[in-house]
């Protein structure tokens, strides 16, 4: 059982990766809208985290004989997948509507449990799930067949399942006397990703000279390779290297509570600075959407407690501790 000093610093933790996660949004759009591919884009902020985090990589490397399917699974699923397609989302739909159809998450799962699993789930789960679709069809603005580029909102659907991966792998383990240290899986993570989008996005055909020309961030100018340093340094390393500890301090489920505003940070932030308003269906949709995130997670939590459940009990993706016999999680 982790202490309350521990469970004080875990929250600072996860506060900061949800911060410094719903910054990169807002960073790397001014980039996309300067030429540069979305995938060009991931492929700069993954492979500039990689090579920081390099030497703990090698001095590691024994992991990646230990806990292939970890390792594996956390690059391609948690780092290559969700910011790839979360990327290729908002160069289509605004930040906020990319941002808030990720953190269908939680409910996503509890719906794949529910109706393709046929296991029963708790009513505060389910009326997670309820709230998470509502909000989702005003986010979206079904009634109007769709507000929003369908494509784009298809990459942050898939930003979404990824992002299930990411709490699932992140607690992974950590119930276990041998259980990799975070940093490390982090590390080979970046790697791995690094390696898959190099291969994906073709670096070789970008066209460099952007990185030295201003990128317009709302009514301002701001040096490229700014926004490139803050999507690396505070975004991808800052932000895995806080957001994974902090899961492993407070339990997935609570972490998964606390990175729900990421959503809130990403949305504001692009309203701010990028000028992405967004209108009354969309604002009252996203608070419904957080919703229901918030009481799925809540849900799981309190069940774990009640079972008496620790931090390094499987969540399959940070809720379905709210199922009865939830089964161990597989790399």
């Given at each position: 059982?982790?202490?309350?000093?521990?469970?004080?610093?875990?929250?600072?933790?996860?506060?900061?990766?949800?911060?410094?996660?719903?910054?990169?949004?807002?960073?790397?759009?001014?980039?996309?809208?300067?030429?540069?591919?979305?995938?060009?884009?991931?492929?700069?902020?993954?492979?500039?985290?990689?090579?920081?985090?390099?030497?703990?990589?090698?001095?590691?490397?024994?992991?990646?004989?230990?806990?292939?399917?970890?390792?594996?699974?956390?690059?391609?699923?948690?780092?290559?997948?969700?910011?790839?397609?979360?990327?290729?989302?908002?160069?289509?739909?605004?930040?906020?509507?990319?941002?808030?159809?990720?953190?269908?998450?939680?409910?996503?799962?509890?719906?794949?449990?529910?109706?393709?699993?046929?296991?029963?789930?708790?009513?505060?789960?389910?009326?997670?799930?309820?709230?998470?679709?509502?909000?989702?069809?005003?986010?979206?603005?079904?009634?109007?067949?769709?507000?929003?580029?369908?494509?784009?909102?298809?990459?942050?659907?898939?930003?979404?399942?990824?992002?299930?991966?990411?709490?699932?792998?992140?607690?992974?383990?950590?119930?276990?006397?041998?259980?990799?240290?975070?940093?490390?899986?982090?590390?080979?993570?970046?790697?791995?990703?690094?390696?898959?989008?190099?291969?994906?996005?073709?670096?070789?055909?970008?066209?460099?000279?952007?990185?030295?020309?201003?990128?317009?961030?709302?009514?301002?100018?701001?040096?490229?390779?700014?926004?490139?340093?803050?999507?690396?340094?505070?975004?991808?390393?800052?932000?895995?290297?806080?957001?994974?500890?902090?899961?492993?301090?407070?339990?997935?489920?609570?972490?998964?509570?606390?990175?729900?505003?990421?959503?809130?940070?990403?949305?504001?932030?692009?309203?701010?600075?990028?000028?992405?308003?967004?209108?009354?269906?969309?604002?009252?949709?996203?608070?419904?959407?957080?919703?229901?995130?918030?009481?799925?997670?809540?849900?799981?939590?309190?069940?774990t407690g009640a079972s008496g459940g620790s931090g390094g009990a499987d969540t399959a993706a940070a809720v379905p501790d709210a199922l009865p016999q939830p089964e161990p999680s597989t790399s």
């Amino acid at each position: 059982m982790h202490g309350s000093g521990g469970k004080t610093g875990g929250l600072g933790l996860a506060l900061l990766s949800a911060f410094a996660f719903g910054g990169s949004g807002v960073a790397a759009k001014p980039l996309i809208d300067l030429g540069l591919d979305p995938l060009q884009v991931v492929w700069m902020r993954v492979a500039g985290a990689a090579l920081i985090l390099l030497p703990v990589a090698l001095r590691s490397r024994a992991l990646l004989r230990q806990r292939p399917g970890l390792v594996a699974g956390f690059g391609l699923l948690a780092i290559t997948g969700c910011q790839a397609l979360y990327f290729l989302a908002i160069a289509r739909v605004p930040v906020g509507v990319a941002i808030l159809v990720e953190f269908l998450g939680p409910a996503l799962l509890l719906g794949w449990i529910r109706f393709v699993q046929r296991r029963p789930v708790t009513r505060a789960a389910a009326l997670g799930v309820v709230l998470a679709t509502a909000g989702m069809t005003c986010v979206v603005e079904v009634w109007s067949g769709l507000a929003f580029d369908a494509l784009g909102l298809f990459y942050a659907f898939g930003a979404a399942c990824c992002q299930v991966a990411y709490f699932v792998l992140a607690d992974h383990g950590t119930g276990a006397s041998d259980a990799p240290e975070p940093v490390a899986v982090i590390a080979h993570g970046l790697v791995i990703g690094a390696l898959v989008l190099t291969a994906a996005a073709h670096p070789w055909t970008m066209d460099w000279s952007v990185v030295g020309h201003q990128a317009a961030l709302g009514d301002r100018d701001v040096p490229a390779v700014l926004l490139i340093g803050w999507i690396v340094l505070v975004s991808t390393v800052l932000a895995y290297l806080t957001g994974v500890i902090a899961v492993r301090t407070l339990s997935p489920q609570v972490a998964g509570v606390v990175a729900s505003l990421e959503a809130v940070v990403g949305t504001v932030l692009a309203w701010v600075l990028l000028a992405e308003h967004l209108g009354p269906a969309q604002v009252t949709g996203g608070a419904l959407v957080l919703a229901g995130a918030l009481v799925a997670q809540t849900a799981a939590a309190a069940a774990t407690g009640a079972s008496g459940g620790s931090g390094g009990a499987d969540t399959a993706a940070a809720v379905p501790d709210a199922l009865p016999q939830p089964e161990p999680s597989t790399s």
